[in-house]
């Protein structure tokens, strides 16, 4: 007899251009901006489909304020991390993974959201701005979380 199986259609390829990398099964995603100390790891040890995309200049070209810099999408778990990477400015870098899932959370359904940032160094002073908390809310309601660290950040999943 045979088994049905219902076939899923894979949402890696939510996006048609400005891909790092599309639909892979990559264990370890580095992120880095040239010239920069900050570095996000995605370790994938479920060996998940994923999915890169440059954001600022990439997915968004559109609009004129600046965008986090990589939107990493785990097409089986259904999760999006929006990675920003930074010098010393966390609110900046909330400002613009706020904006980024703004404009982009309608093209992902179904999606949680994740906001990644890492800093040269923090600024203490910063980490209590009301905006922080903000993100931190936002998040938390589309089923996600934020995190944020100075110079290396590192998801395991």
């Not at 089986?76 to 870098?93: P, T, V």
């Not at 910063?126 to 998040?139: G, I």
């Amino acid at each position: 007899m045979k088994r049905l199986t219902k076939k899923t259609s894979c949402c890696c390829k939510a996006f048609n251009a400005h891909s790092v990398f599309q639909h892979e099964r990559r264990n370890v995603v580095l992120c880095t901006d040239k010239g920069s100390k900050t570095k996000y790891v995605y370790n994938n040890q479920s060996s998940d489909y994923l999915s890169n995309y440059r954001v600022d200049g990439g997915l968004i070209s559109y609009d004129e304020t600046r965008k986090c810099d990589y939107l990493l999408l785990n097409c089986e778990k259904k999760q999006s991390y929006f990675i920003e990477l930074k010098g010393s400015d966390i609110i900046s870098a909330v400002d613009q993974i706020d904006k980024s899932i703004d404009l982009l959370k309608n093209k992902l359904p179904g999606f949680s959201f994740f906001a990644r940032i890492v800093l040269t160094r923090v600024n203490t002073h910063d980490l209590r701005d009301p905006r922080l908390e903000k993100l931190e809310r936002k998040v938390n309601t589309l089923n996600g979380d934020l995190k944020k660290q100075s110079r290396f950040l590192e998801d395991i999943v």
